[in-house]
């Protein structure tokens, strides 16, 4: 063995630890390449989380600017609103202080007429007078007829007295 070849167990050891390292290194391989895997797959997950997330943001923007209009939107109704009820507030004012004063002026208007006469007062001298009127309309009416009859009477006693002076006159001038 001198001639430089290796005994056979020392070839046998070293091929021994050959495949041990070769198992070693195939063992590392596959459990960096599982890894890699595992690795990759949670990159792919984190990815496609990643774009929804994205996506999401992408929505959620779209949806603020969507609250953002809506919100200048009730702004502006708001402030109509506000406007309107501020010219409600002004014309019920105005309508409450109207009716006060007409609460005012029916309250004169009755003291007046309490202190002065009654309503029932007003309307049985109203029914007076017109039962006067009344009165004075037919007594007119009866003065108007007799003096209708009483010019007719003067009429005929004028005619009378006509012919009469007529017939007088008539038996002068034969006298003569």
């Given at each position: 063995m001198e001639d430089g070849a290796?005994?056979?167990?020392?070839?046998?050891?070293?091929?021994?630890?050959?495949?041990?390292?070769?198992?070693?290194?195939?063992?590392?391989?596959?459990?960096?390449e599982a890894k890699i895997a595992k690795i990759s797959q949670t990159l792919r997950s984190h990815e496609g989380t990643l774009?929804?997330?994205?996506?999401?943001?992408?929505?959620?923007?779209?949806?603020?600017?969507?609250?953002?209009?809506?919100?200048?939107?009730?702004?502006?109704?708001?402030?109509?609103q506000q406007a309107q009820t501020k010219m409600a507030k002004d014309r019920l004012g105005r309508m409450e202080q109207e009716e006060a004063e007409l609460k005012t002026k029916v309250k004169k208007l009755e003291l007046y007429l309490n202190t002065n006469m009654s309503i029932k007062e007003l309307q049985e001298r109203a029914e007076e007078q017109s039962n006067i009127l009344k009165d004075l309309q037919y007594f007119t009416e009866f003065q108007k007829e007799n003096i209708e009859t009483q010019n007719k009477k003067l009429s005929e006693l004028k005619k009378m007295s006509d012919a009469m002076t007529y017939t007088t006159e008539v038996s002068e001038s034969t006298q003569l």
């Open positions: 290796a005994p056979q167990e020392e070839v046998n050891v070293l091929m021994f630890g050959v495949i041990q390292l070769s198992e070693s290194i195939n063992y590392v391989y596959e459990t960096i774009q929804k997330l994205g996506r999401e943001t992408e929505r959620a923007a779209e949806v603020e600017k969507q609250i953002q209009e809506v919100m200048q939107l009730l702004q502006a109704q708001m402030a109509k």
